[in-house]
């Protein structure tokens, strides 16, 4: 059973950092694209980074470029999101998914496996 599970998140002050981390099990993902999305209240899910297999390749939201990085560690079955200079507009649910595909994409829909997301908090 394949499981995705997000930590690291929490209450922060705007100018902050925080670092989301998300573990992935049930089988290797090492040849998988893997994303991150939020979803603020009353809002739809968006995406916001995204990372090539090999790590070679990462997509940004232009909303967080400059300031949130992604990274992947295979070895480990691991994505991590570090998140800099954070904003009140970043609270969010924060969510790590999967694909089956070795092709990275923005959209929702392209991922096949979610977790059930952390909560960021940015007060001003």
């Known amino acids: 059973q394949v499981q995705l599970v997000e930590s690291g998140g929490g209450l922060v002050q705007a100018g902050g950092s925080l670092r989301l981390s998300c573990a992935a099990s049930g089988r290797r993902f090492s040849g998988s694209a893997m994303g991150w999305f939020r979803q603020a209240p009353g809002k739809e899910r968006e995406f916001v980074a995204a990372?090539?297999?090999?790590?070679?390749?990462?997509y940004y939201a232009n909303s967080v470029k400059g300031r949130f990085t992604i990274s992947r560690d295979n070895a480990e079955n691991t994505v991590a999101l570090q998140m800099n200079s954070l904003k009140p507009e970043d609270t969010a649910v924060y969510y790590c998914?999967?694909?089956?595909?070795?092709?990275?994409?923005?959209?929702?829909?392209?991922?096949?496996?979610w977790g059930h997301g952390t909560q960021v908090t940015v007060s001003s």
């Open positions: 990372i090539k297999w090999n790590g070679g390749n990462t």
């Open positions: 998914a999967t694909s089956l595909s070795v092709v990275v994409s923005t959209r929702i829909e392209a991922y096949n496996y």
